[in-house]
């Protein structure tokens, strides 16, 4: 008798996923040498830590267009991946917060507040184009969850750009720059915890197959 199980991976993408990847990747890969030439020239924190977001999302870009057509073992990998990134990268931003507020810059809130203001627009267009994605696989939650976390940190730039302009020190830049590394922290455990679980899943069901073929074989 035939066996009527089937494996549940390779599970193909969302439909027009793969494309709001590529749009979501060029974005985030031009705001990452805008926001780093800003963040230099002005002496920001927060600028400097949403640079280095745009680059880690660009790289993770990559990375779920890579495992895309894959399994979901591969896929959970790649987000297992991308949310450890998410959780150093909190830590680094921890880290630079700390030791400029012991050096005393006080960073340029203009370049602040404009640039904040184009990297809101590139990532509310990037989030509502991955909006439909959210509620996917953990590597397609982990690429919504980025885009969330960007608009967000954006915001927090602008406000922080206004804090330095009206308090004439860097603290309100320091502050935001903590806020993002807490998000990026808080959201890399979320993804890593998802993609635990769907690696966990897919492994299962594929020994449940296995079993099932054995089985069928030694009839």
Same mark, same amino acid.
């Given at each position: 008798?035939?066996?009527?199980?089937?494996?549940?991976?390779?599970?193909?993408?969302?439909?027009?996923?793969?494309?709001?990847?590529?749009?979501?990747?060029?974005?985030?890969?031009?705001?990452?040498?805008?926001?780093?030439? @800003?963040?230099?020239?002005?002496?920001?924190?927060?600028?400097?830590?949403?640079?280095?977001?745009?680059?880690?999302?660009?790289?993770?870009?990559?990375?779920?267009?890579?495992?895309?057509?894959?399994?979901?073992?591969?896929?959970?990998?790649? @987000?297992?991946?991308?949310?450890?990134?998410?959780?150093?990268?909190?830590?680094?931003?921890?880290?630079?917060?700390?030791?400029?507020?012991?050096?005393?810059?006080?960073?340029?809130?203009?370049?602040?507040?404009?640039?904040?203001?184009?990297?809101?627009?590139?990532?509310?267009?990037?989030?509502?184009?991955?909006?439909?994605?959210?509620?996917?696989?953990?590597?397609?939650?982990?690429?919504?969850?980025?885009? +969330?976390?960007?608009?967000?940190?954006?915001?927090?730039?602008?406000?922080?750009?206004?804090?330095?302009?009206?308090?004439?020190? @860097?603290?309100?830049?320091?502050?935001?720059?903590?806020?993002?590394?807490?998000?990026?922290?808080?959201?890399?455990?979320?993804?890593? +915890?998802?993609?635990?679980?769907?690696?966990?899943?897919?492994?299962?069901?594929?020994?449940?197959? @296995?079993?099932?073929?054995?089985?069928?074989?030694?009839?």
């Amino acid at each position: 008798m035939a066996c009527s199980c089937s494996a549940p991976e390779p599970k193909a993408p969302a439909p027009g996923f793969r494309r709001a990847l590529w749009l979501a990747l060029w974005v985030n890969l031009a705001m990452f040498f805008v926001e780093g030439l @800003a963040s230099l020239q002005s002496g920001s924190v927060s600028l400097m830590a949403d640079a280095i977001d745009f680059f880690g999302d660009s790289a993770n870009y990559i990375l779920s267009l890579t495992v895309l057509s894959m399994g979901m073992v591969w896929r959970g990998r790649a @987000a297992l991946a991308k949310g450890v990134t998410m959780v150093v990268f909190g830590l680094v931003v921890w880290g630079r917060a700390i030791w400029v507020a012991h050096s005393g810059l006080t960073p340029e809130p203009l370049t602040m507040g404009a640039v904040g203001a184009l990297a809101l627009l590139a990532n509310v267009a990037v989030a509502l184009l991955l909006f439909r994605f959210r509620s996917g696989d953990s590597d397609m939650r982990s690429v919504w969850l980025c885009s +969330r976390n960007d608009a967000i940190g954006n915001v927090a730039v602008m406000a922080a750009a206004l804090g330095v302009f009206g308090t004439g020190t @860097a603290w309100p830049d320091l502050v935001v720059a903590g806020i993002m590394g807490t998000l990026a922290i808080t959201a890399g455990v979320n993804v890593a +915890r998802h993609a635990r679980s769907d690696i966990a899943t897919a492994r299962a069901s594929h020994g449940k197959l @296995a079993t099932a073929g054995a089985g069928h074989q030694g009839r």
